[in-house]
Nanobody, 123 residues
Framework: QVQLVESGGGLVHAGDSLRLSCAAS????????MGWFRQVPGKEREFVAA????????YYADSVKGRFTISRDNAKNTVYLQMNSLKPEDTTVYHC????????????????WGQGTQVTVSS
């Protein structure tokens, strides 16, 4: 089993920044990638960003490219999401996730999910 715990959400103004963290614990050996997703109530879950654990290759949704940066600290089993130039439409719950299979790209098919952290951006 793997546990994922997010932190760093909060209430900010448009244009501000936040950094989300997600710490993984448990059976993390051979993890392939970690990612961030967000879901607005009533809509499908949306991929935000992902990073491969060994090579550090990054992937971003077009809606956040240039504003968000994903990074990892392998020693701490932690992934970060630096969010700059936040917009009101970024408001929602952000979840981190972890996957082991390399048969699909890191934008989907995740095995474990965190509970989420709320990000609210006021205009």
């Amino acid at each position: 089993q793997v546990q994922l715990v997010e932190s760093g959400g909060g209430l900010v103004h448009a244009g501000d920044s936040l950094r989300l963290s997600c710490a993984a614990s448990g059976r993390t050996f051979n993890m392939y990638a970690m990612g961030w997703f967000r879901q607005v109530p009533g809509k499908e879950r949306e991929f935000v960003a992902a990073i491969t654990w060994r090579g550090g290759r990054t992937y971003y949704a077009d809606s956040v490219k240039g504003r968000f940066t994903i990074s990892r600290d392998n020693a701490k089993n932690t992934v970060y999401l630096q969010m700059n130039s936040l917009k009101p439409e970024d408001t929602t719950v952000y979840h981190c996730a972890a996957k082991w299979s390399e048969r699909s790209n890191p934008t989907g098919d995740y095995d474990y999910w965190g509970q989420g952290t709320q990000v609210t951006v006021s205009s």
